[in-house]
């Protein structure tokens, strides 16, 4: 069992940061792969990015490379999404997901990850 939490998310103009964290609770969450989705309106979840278990790769949607980077620290139960340069259509409720299918290249499908958190609002305004 793994119980993610979200926070970090708000409310940021255009070409802004934020960084959003993962709380994680649950002994598997060390060898857990973890990934970032995010849910616009009207419109499909879809991935954002994710990090194997070591952290040693990182896998990212081509909406966002170069200006969001995933990471983690596995000491303090946290995964982190650091975004930059944010875009009005990064507007979304952003969730955290855990993959314990133990793995070293993180799955950017949703259906590959079965745990959950209850996501955070970004919006991105002018």
């Known amino acids: 069992q793994v119980q993610l939490v979200e926070s970090g998310g708000g409310l940021v103009q255009i070409g802004g940061s934020l960084r959003l964290s993962c709380a994680a609770s649950?002994?598997?969450?060390?060898?857990?792969?973890m990934g970032w989705f995010r849910r616009a309106p009207g419109k499909e979840r879809e991935f954002v990015a994710a990090?194997?278990?070591?952290?040693?790769?990182?896998n990212y949607a081509d909406s966002v490379k170069g200006r969001f980077t995933i990471s983690r620290d596995n000491a303090n139960d946290k995964v982190y999404l650091h975004m930059n340069s944010l875009k009005p259509e990064d507007t979304a409720v952003y969730y955290c997901?855990?993959?314990?299918?133990?793995?070293?290249?993180?799955?950017?499908?949703?259906?590959?990850?079965?745990?959950w958190g209850q996501g955070t609002q970004v919006t991105v305004s002018s």
């Open positions: 649950g002994r598997t969450f060390r060898t857990a792969a």
């Open positions: 990090v194997s278990w070591t952290g040693g790769n990182t």
């Open positions: 997901a855990a993959d314990t299918m133990l793995t070293f290249v993180p799955a950017t499908i949703a259906g590959e990850y079965d745990y």
